[in-house]
């Protein structure tokens, strides 16, 4: 068995911002070498996300919108009275999921035709890191 | 280490379709002749979800009518403007989440007394696919 | 490769309870002597997931109300026809998710700085089951 560990990090210039990432990940399968296995992505900060969906602006869009819908950044959280505001990201990456796990197959990312992976992050503008993790032969 | 491969091929009569999928699992976990590892089944198009609950009628629709209740199915989505019609069913596909890991124990799935497998499609009536991707040994 | 399985077994006093059990799956990782690999944390029941976020009360707080808000405890689900009353626990556990993939690297859990694991759970006061399976070597 093989395994092989990267670490990405982000500093997003908005607060909130998808990232796509999926060549970054492209890198990281073909220097482990890995030809059949799984590759681990997934957020280290619990501000952000790690989403596969589609690379259109309006889809991008509609997802920001429909999540500050259902999870919307407010003043009144339990969580701000620690003098945190970003409960809303908390719950954001929550629907998101904050991790995905890729399969690599033939030495390549195994995907669809239409999945991108993004880095989703809700409370950015400062180092955030996200740990890529390959396990296979 | 071993790993074992397969693809599973859904084109459901309805647009919106909740497949039991645990058998056909159930038999590729036979076919990989793993022992001890972990079973990927991911969803490759981005409009389908994997989703592990109850095989119950009243339950699956309750769980329908939620996703429509907060990801509706609406005109006025940016994504439209590309000329498709399925915004919603990105949003549904996120909520449930697009795959699963399911655990392989002395050579079978270890699910719980009530875990079932189903393919979740928001956008059928065309070919879409799942990779189940087995590693362990 | 390696493997290592083992079960945690929960009858939370309230019906819906957040259990950190992050100490708890340190010890297994120990126990499995694995160096490099994935452990999975899993919840078996349907009613109950497994989250990673933040040990802070307000936060736990505001995620109960939030998943209160979003998807209601009340009377007229269709699953209720059965005779339960726990559709909320049910689509609950689906937006949480029930189960992450925690990479173990250099023999430890490798965590972000504020990621806590989380039993949570939305239908207790009766014996539940998660499993833990780590892959690696």
Redesign the interface.
């Known amino acids: 068995?093989k395994?092989h560990?990267e670490y990405l990090f982000f500093n997003t210039k908005q607060r909130k911002e998808f990232v796509n990432i999926t060549q970054n990940i492209e890198k990281i399968v073909n220097i482990s070498n890995v030809q059949?296995?799984?590759c681990?992505v997934?957020?280290?900060?619990?501000t952000a996300a790690i989403?596969?969906?589609?690379e259109?602006?309006?889809?991008k869009?509609?997802?920001v919108e429909?999540l500050e819908n259902?999870?919307p950044s407010k003043k009144n959280?339990?969580?701000?009275?620690?003098g945190e505001d970003n409960?809303d990201a908390?719950?954001k990456?929550?629907?998101?999921?904050?991790?995905?796990?890729l399969?690599i197959?033939k030495g390549k990312l195994?995907?669809?035709?239409?999945?991108q992976i993004f880095y989703a992050e809700f409370d950015g503008q400062r180092k955030k890191?996200v740990?890529v993790?390959i396990?296979?032969?």
């Open positions: 068995m395994s560990t059949e296995g799984f681990l997934s957020a280290m900060h619990i989403w596969v969906n589609d259109e602006e309006g889809l869009q509609d997802v429909w259902i999870a959280y339990s969580h701000h009275r620690t409960a908390h719950l990456r929550t629907i998101l999921h904050h991790q995905v796990i399969p197959t195994d995907l669809g035709p239409w999945e890191r740990v993790k396990i296979g032969e």
